[in-house]
């Protein structure tokens, strides 16, 4: 199933020879850019979520994290920092005339929290991917959304063999509130990823008004 | 022993981060945010010959239309940090027109809610 992005598979675009027309946003959808960000545990399927709907390959970027040692050896001339490198994933949808939507993918763990800012600020909402086998391993991402103040809906991606669990007991399991969008999905198939995020959107025009 | 065909020659690891940012800092927050759409100013004819490799390169990338900050990070491979520093140069420069994304005070915006659900229904019935 989908695996966290890997840099080193990902095709190599170094030049703008090596991209097409539809690589660039359509002339008339850069009025308005707006986000939507896939959150969930390792492994859920955000990246398979974001391939299935978005309009180009979907792409990864990284950033270095650094930050300081606890120790600073001076006398090595050792500079005390550590870094991590994270990836993220994203794709891109063209809305209409005026509005392109882009889907980022955030891994779930608290340690990226600096790239959460990033990608949280200015978020229409969030589609929280979870896999009823797992739904304590997102407890976490559930988190950080609210701790962001992000309005976002629940997909539970089925894979496989897996049991249909109530969605009831996935709610208490959650902790959610009432009125929180819980909704079945394929991230394989377009259409089933589409209607998540079309119910994520119907929510937060709900709240919106 | 690495075969040619796995050799990286633009690897951005090869060139130290403060290399290619020039000891600059990151630009404000708000500017070049993920999804601030980027494009190369029009006239670009007569192009100093200054820019170092990198500032070319994106230059390059984003002279055929709009690109947002990480697809250019994508597509360079470089780190994202390192992208919003050259592009701000760029843009400082006047070599590119960045297009930032809606206000935050504007996302409750009922109209571009509606908007994106429209289009969604439009695209995916």
């Known amino acids: 199933m989908a695996s966290e992005p890997s840099l080193d598979e990902r095709p190599r675009l170094d030049a703008r020879r090596n991209l097409g027309e539809g690589d660039y946003v359509s002339a008339g959808a850069t009025q308005t850019a707006v986000k939507i960000l896939v959150v969930g545990h390792f492994a859920v399927g955000k990246t398979t979520f974001i391939g299935s709907i978005s309009e180009i390959e979907p792409l990864s970027t990284e950033e270095t994290m650094t930050r300081a040692a606890e120790a600073i050896d001076d006398l090595k001339g050792v500079r005390g920092k550590t870094t991590t490198t994270v990836a993220m994933d994203f794709g891109r949808l063209t809305i209409s005339e005026r509005v392109v939507l882009y889907l980022f993918g955030t891994p779930g763990q608290m340690r990226f929290v600096q790239m959460w800012e990033d990608m949280a600020r200015g978020a229409l909402g969030a589609l929280v991917l979870v896999d009823p086998e797992r739904l304590a391993d997102s407890f976490a991402v559930i988190d950080l959304i609210e701790q962001y ?47 998540a995020l079309t119910t994520l959107v119907s929510y937060l025009l709900a709240r919106a008004g | 022993m690495t075969r040619p065909e796995e050799w990286e020659p633009e690897s951005a690891a090869l060139v130290r981060p403060y290399v290619i940012t020039k000891g600059r800092g990151l630009p404000d ?37 709009y690109l947002s900050v990480a697809e250019i990070a994508g597509h360079t491979r470089l780190p994202l940090g390192v992208v919003r520093i050259v592009l701000a140069a760029l843009k400082d420069g006047g070599y590119v027109l960045t297009r930032p994304p809606v206000a935050r005070a504007r996302l409750a915006d009922k109209e571009l809610l509606e908007e994106v659900l429209n289009g969604l229904r439009a695209k995916f019935g």
Do not use: K
């Open chain 1, 149 to 195: 103040g992000l309005d976002y809906a629940i997909a539970v991606n089925h894979f496989d063999g897996n049991p249909e669990r109530a969605e009831a007991s996935l709610r208490e399991a959650l902790d959610l509130l009432d009125d929180t969008p819980v909704v079945t999905c394929d991230a394989r198939d377009e259409q089933s990823s589409a209607a």
């Open chain 2, 29 to 65: 927050d708000g500017d070049l945010s993920l999804i601030t759409l980027v494009t190369a100013a029009p006239d670009q004819g007569q192009r100093p010959t200054r820019l170092s490799p990198e500032e070319l390169r994106l230059l390059d990338l984003c002279s055929a239309g």
